[in-house]
């Protein structure tokens, strides 16, 4: 090992990839079950292995550079965003003249320039523009997000390649791996999603509470932090005083008057801590992005791509938590899957003859001893098929009720359906969301062992 440390730079020396081979070759008691050490394994996960990466932000950069400098070598990064001022603190592969290009453009280009061999194609549009066949050609899908919405879509696009056999265990050939980082101030998170074994993102969405909101009794009455205070400011006394004209954020003069407002109410409780940009953060939900915590999220992140395309080691299961605000404090959970979720879950197999019109199919859904599902209203692709309430898409969809299903759901021989009504629980009426996978028989495209073993 003694002086090998020459050439191992960016330059792509002979050792660039020691550290990486030696995890590669080495066999060991924790790699995945198909683990196969070899020299060859680099040079398989250049050539084979595809991901991308989602966002191109303060993650986004850190997971393209560390994805790079892991030995992966097709890379995609898709982000809407152009680059502000305010980004060049901690996304390090912009400077001051890329300020309004597109940030996926002018990171994938910085990777290149500094990573030998590398390629990175960038898109510059929405998330939502690329169609499932963008989607599906690649093997790894790596998040680098700030929302719960776009989180939330593209598990759906991945959970939507994921296909159960008859006994309802999942394909492991359809499942699309995610891994999905996320950081706020100091505290941040790393994950991994295969569909189908893991809780998806829709499993445990319950774990982003709803925005914090004070209590407005104490906020007039008992205000105990300086946030209490600024809040007391903007959301009461504010109409208080101007009567109807609307608070805005982005208005100097406004956010000048919670400021000062927010900062006689702390005095006259003797709470500490109110300032100027402390008022903007609260009133604007601000929370600052920290370089640091990005760079070890991302880390996590990255590694686990690597244990998913090699095998060198088992993933974490599931979930990684980073806080760093006093000391610093790591844990991995496993949180467990919703065995009903709406999006990876196997949902119940309908088998149906093509002719069944979707009257009758609603009828089967009401008598089916697993759904039980009465007044059901039918979307199929985001679209409805049929739905009971209101009463004006009530009439615009009653058409359809005399029309076989199949042709509704544009002739695809198998696909997932979803039904929305109320179930009998304890003489209770309570409304449920049911997936269901519906198979048309005797259409080609649907072999003998879909069926066979079908409800
Ligand atoms: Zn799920």
Known sequence: MAGSLTGSGGGGGGNRWRDLDRLLTRPGNIVGPTFDPSPELRSELQQYVRVLVVGAGGLGCELLKDLALSGFVNLEVIDMDRIEVSNLNRQFLFRLQ????????????????RVKGVNIVPHFCRIEDKDLDFYNKFNII??????????????????????YNSEDKPDEDSMKPI???????????????MPGVTPCFECTIWLFPPQVKFPLCTLAETPRTAAHCIEYAHLIKWDEVHGGKPFDADDPEHMQWVYSEAAKRAEL????????SFTQGVVKNII?????????????????????????????????TYNGLEGLHTKVTEFVRDKDCLVCGPGTLLELDPSTTLQKFIELV???????????????RGKNLYMQAPPVLEEMTRSNLNLPLYELMDKVPKDVVHVAGTVNKDDKKT??????????????????MDTANGA
């Not at 790596?142 to 296909?163: H, M, Q």
């Not at 999905?180 to 991994?192: I, L, P, Q, S």
């Not at 009401?366 to 199929?380: M, N, R």
């Not at 409304?431 to 003998?448: E, M, N, P, Q």
Request: aromatic share 6%; with cysteine; glycine share 10%.
């Open 98 to 113: 890329d300020v309004g290009k597109p940030k996926a453009e002018v990171a994938a280009k910085r990777v290149m320039e």
């Open 288 to 320: 600052p992005a920290i370089a640091s915590t990005n760079a070890i999220i991302s880390a996590a992140c990255t590694l686990e791509a690597l244990k998913i395309a090699s095998g060198c080691s088992k993933t974490m299961t599931n979930y990684l």
């Open 366 to 380: 009401g008598d089916h001893p697993k759904l039980q599902l009465s007044k059901a209203s039918v979307t199929h």
């Open 269 to 276: 409780f003797g709470i500490p801590g109110v300032t100027y």
């Open 142 to 163: 790596a998040l680098g997000l700030d929302s719960v919405e776009a989180r939330s879509y593209i598990n759906a696009v991945a959970c939507t390649f994921l296909e």
């Open 431 to 448: 409304s449920a969301l049911r997936k269901l996978r519906v198979v048309f028989k005797g259409i080609d495209g649907v072999t003998d």
């Open 179 to 193: 891994v999905d980082g996320g950081t706020e101030g100091f505290k941040g998170h790393a994950r991994v999603i």
